[in-house]
């Protein structure tokens, strides 16, 4: 059974840092790229960031270039997603996300629960 547990989450200051983290068991961890993605209150879901198979591309959406920092450690099984300088619209439940294939360029099919980020002073 593939699981995906993220956590590290919580309540961060403007201009603050958190990381998050996701195991992965059940499935070749390092078979796969990964992925995060987020969901704002009251917003759909939007695409953080992702990760190649054995960590040698990374991409970011737009807003989150030279702030967050996706990695993976294949020995452990786990996904990370340091972010700092946070601002209050990063605010969101985020959620790991395993790609279908060991490329980024592919569909989800299994996700997390989701760890919430609040950014507030």
């Known amino acids: 059974e593939v699981q995906l547990v993220e956590s590290g989450g919580g309540l961060a200051q403007p201009g603050g840092s958190l990381r998050l983290s996701c195991a992965a068991s059940?499935?070749?961890?390092?078979?796969?790229?990964m992925s995060w993605v987020r969901q704002a209150p009251g917003k759909g879901l939007e695409w953080v960031s992702s990760i190649t198979w054995n960590g040698g591309s990374t991409n970011y959406a737009e807003s989150m270039k030279g702030r967050f920092t996706i990695s993976r450690d294949n020995a452990k099984n786990t996904l990370y997603l340091e972010m700092n300088s946070l601002r209050s619209e990063d605010t969101a439940v985020y959620y790991c996300?395993?790609?279908?294939?060991?490329?980024?360029?592919?569909?989800?099919?299994?996700w997390g629960q989701g760890t919430q980020v609040t950014v507030s002073s």
């Open positions: 996300a395993k790609v279908s294939s060991a490329t980024a360029y592919a569909t989800y099919d299994y």
């Open positions: 059940g499935f070749t961890f390092d078979d796969y790229a």
